[in-house]
């Protein structure tokens, strides 16, 4: 069978299209935040999010990422108000990186690229029943996203790291709980917020994104821990998962509105 999709020369991000062809769709994500362009909106709300600590289940490592796939079967954790109408209800959460402390977010602002991004999944759980429907609606997915820097040590994210040498081959999982996907956010939730997609095929165009201003640091080695994850399954010969992000794409006719002055 083909190859499926990846982040090599062969089946990347540019060939995406091939076998996903809303790859050129009109709301596509990642894309470049320039912050001259964006409008204020007076009618957008603050982020209202309460997570329960409970809710995460597992950490996996699903061969283009790692991600802590939580119990989203009742509102036990759910985001709120900012952009949104109604309450999603928290998924999963994953980052995406790239091969050196210079690029690996997906979103940039202004021309900034940041060193990784982390993805805090939500679907509208008031309007359908499940993920699965959720993310063939156009308002079926919000996903908050933030903007990792290269910098100082990140106690919160240490707890996830250290169990990335357990679920080094693509397909190992281990569980994974008690914990708190918001002590990852950083102290200001002013946001970012534009309608696009999954950055991943099948590229669903069904995110309601919420992008954070203020970026969360975290330290060269444990952002080098990131790129010792395995893309290749146990017994297979091992290939290093250096860089799983896509880059932006055209807007065309969309507007980025901010929460903030
Ligand atoms: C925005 N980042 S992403 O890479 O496109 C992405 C994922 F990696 C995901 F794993 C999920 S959850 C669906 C699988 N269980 C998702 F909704 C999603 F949007
Ligand atoms: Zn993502």
């Known amino acids: 069978a ?30 470049a935040i320039k912050s001259s362009e964006v409008k204020y909106d007076p009618f957008l709300r603050p982020l209202s999010f309460s997570y329960d600590l409970t809710s995460p289940k597992v950490i996996l490592n699903c061969g283009y990422a790692f991600s802590i796939e939580c119990d989203d079967t ?46 805090v999944v939500h679907w509208n759980s008031e309007k ?27 106690s919160p994210l240490q707890k996830v790291i250290n169990v990335l040498d357990v679920i080094k081959t693509k397909g190992s999982q281990v569980a994974f709980t008690n914990f708190d996907p918001s002590s990852l956010f950083p102290e200001s939730l002013d946001y970012w917020t534009y309608h696009g997609s999954l950055t ?24 080098a821990t990131f790129r010792s994850l395995l ?4 017994g297979e010969p091992a290939c290093c998962l250096l860089s799983n992000c896509r880059p932006p794409q055209p807007l065309r006719n969309r507007h980025v509105r901010a929460f903030f002055h």
């Open 2 to 31: 083909r190859q499926s999709w990846g982040y090599q020369d062969h089946n990347g991000p540019e060939v995406w299209h091939e076998l996903f062809p809303l790859a050129n769709g009109d709301r596509q994500s990642p894309i």
């Open 74 to 119: 009742e509102d036990r954790s759910v985001l709120r108000a900012g952009p949104l109408k109604g309450s999603y209800r928290l998924r999963q959460l994953h980052f995406h990186w790239g091969p050196t402390d210079d690029y690996g977010s997906e979103h940039t602002v202004d021309g900034l690229e940041f060193a990784a991004e982390l993805h």
């Open 128 to 154: 359908y029943p499940c993920f699965v429907d959720a993310a063939q609606q156009p308002d079926g997915l919000a996903i908050v996203g933030v903007l990792v820097k290269a910098g100082e040590h990140n």
């Open 200 to 223: 991943v095929p099948p590229l669903l165009e069904s995110v309601i994104w919420i992008v954070l201003r203020q970026p969360i640091t975290a330290s060269s080695e444990q952002l």
């Open 231 to 234: 893309c290749s399954a146990k």
